[in-house]
């Protein structure tokens, strides 16, 4: 530990020293060169150099910037900072990209800690907060280009050619904590802020995570328990049309969907689900199988008590003919029974109704036998992993901008998609 660590104090400087070197080396093959004004072509005159710094993984870089500016329309230019990709005071690109890898998976206190421990590097939790809307913004507004590129009919997708036989497609949603205010307060002139109004409780939106994965990738890793080789997620906060786009962008992008493709869309009983899964004109709808009994669990408990055998029992010969394709035999069992109480009516003729409506969706045999699956089990382990574990701890408020572009970046790394980023540029947020 101690000769590793050793080493590791005596290069830095080292590293530094080399990096600062190439950056002078970037900035001597700059000078002479005058720019041309991005507005009229005109060339620029030089204005004023000044030196630059800001923050590398292995220490503090500087170079001395020349400024330009525009005789005729005043535009201001300093291409050794646009070529470098670096804003005055700011953090360097790498260093960038490693603070939000770890503030996509931990609070942003703790990333700036880790940020400490694991690089050496002293930033604040506001330096990684700032890090992330930068590099957050173009995250979202990359997938966001994507949907939109895809809703366009003429847009081109991936080849087809090898498009699978099925894709499932399922969606989740659970709400988040938003702030109360909009904007920042900002203090203006000498006027302390005035107290903050106590948290109002009932501020949440909805954020929503679908996922797509081909059920011949599902492999069975011990008896009775499934997962998948690959699984893509989309995640948004939105409404369903929003969710909707971006699956279907994502399955151009993937290429899954060809013209013999069955998308098949597992779902609670939520209509806005049923509602978007006809733009896929090949489709099969499945009722998650897990809603299905716990309608029927709630008939259950009535008729014969929490805790009961019998109650245990019942479900269990349900779930049976469910799953051996008897939706009919079921409802027509549960119309023959005589409920006692008006209380227990009125659940038997809900569950009568719920499984009469998704009838034509609880084929479960059918979809076993082709290998579909019956249950959103995927869906709802995956928005748990995309939006719980870190959007919905203790005490947590976001604003909308701030989940929106968090939510863009875990879901890079969540898809092993996280070297994108390396191609994205980061984008300052006023
Ligand atoms: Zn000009």
Redesign the pocket.
Known sequence: MLLEREVEVQYRPLMREALQSKVTAVADSLRGQTPT?S??S?P?KRHDTETVSWEARVGHLHASVDRYR?P??K?ESRPLLDLLGVEPGRISGSLARLLALLAVVTPYALAAQLAWLLLGVKVSDMGVWKVVQRLGESAARYSEGLSQYHADSRSEGASTREAPPAVVLSVDGSMLGMQVRKQRRRRTGAEPLPPLPAVQEGQFQEVKTGVLLLPAERVETSPGRHSVVRRFLVSCLGDADTIFARLYAQLRELGWVGSDTVVVIVGDGAEWIWNRATMFVRRCEILDFWHALEHAWSVARLLYGEQSQLADRWVHQIAEDLRAGKVQEVIARLQRMRPKTPELRAELQGLIAYYSEHAGRMHYDEYLRLGYGIGSGAVESAHKQVVHARFRQAGMRWSEAGARRLLALRLLLLNDDWALLDRLPMISIA
């Open positions: 004004c507005r009229c005109q620029m525009c005729r329309c535009d």
